[in-house]
């Protein structure tokens, strides 16, 4: 039954990228939920908002002093910074080789090069006839915001 469904045409095709890219999205964040100690991540990134602001404002008031105290600090910021986004990188690099996998398989279903969605505007160097890759590069964008924000994995 799954293979009788023409795939590769409006509006199958959409809607099955975008089932996809809500699905891939939302097992990557349970991913970084799971492995990603998100409250560190967090307390990492203010630390380093701060810090920054606080470098930034030494150096607009021209302290040399607090400048130079500071920056004895920032590589320890960056160290911290660093081993934060490291975490994150983990759970990414998990799930590449299977999401790739997943890309080819939706792409031997559809073809790479069928139109799947049609927008409104025309978009620069695009068109407005959306192939595969840019259709999920959109909504997978357009998701993972959201997904981010209801899984707890926003930095912010």
Same mark, same amino acid.
């Given at each position: 039954?799954?293979?009788? @469904? ?15 890219? @809500? ?31 606080? *470098?930034?404002?030494?150096?607009? +008031? ?6 130079? +105290? ?6 320890? @910021? ?23 996998? @997943? ?5 031997? *279903? ?10 409104? *505007? ?35």
């Amino acid at each position: 039954m799954i293979l009788e @469904i023409a795939w590769n045409q409006i509006p199958y095709s959409t809607i099955l990228i975008i089932v996809t890219s @809500i699905g891939l999205n939302l097992v990557s964040q349970v991913a970084v939920r799971l492995l990603v100690d998100v409250e560190e991540a967090r307390r990492v990134a203010r630390e380093a908002k701060a810090f920054r602001k606080e *470098l930034l404002d030494a150096i607009k +008031k021209g302290d040399k002093a607090r400048e130079e +105290k500071l920056r004895k600090k920032e590589k320890s @910021i960056q160290q911290m910074e660093l081993k934060s986004s490291n975490q994150r990188l983990k759970a990414t690099f998990i799930f590449i080789i299977p999401f790739w996998f @997943i890309y080819l398989f939706i792409s031997s *279903l559809i073809g790479p090069t069928t139109t799947v969605a049609i927008s409104p *505007l025309p978009l620069p160097f695009i068109g407005d006839r959306l192939e595969l890759f840019w259709w999920y590069l959109i909504t997978s964008f357009a998701f993972a915001t959201i997904i981010t924000k209801l899984v707890g994995t926003s930095i912010e």
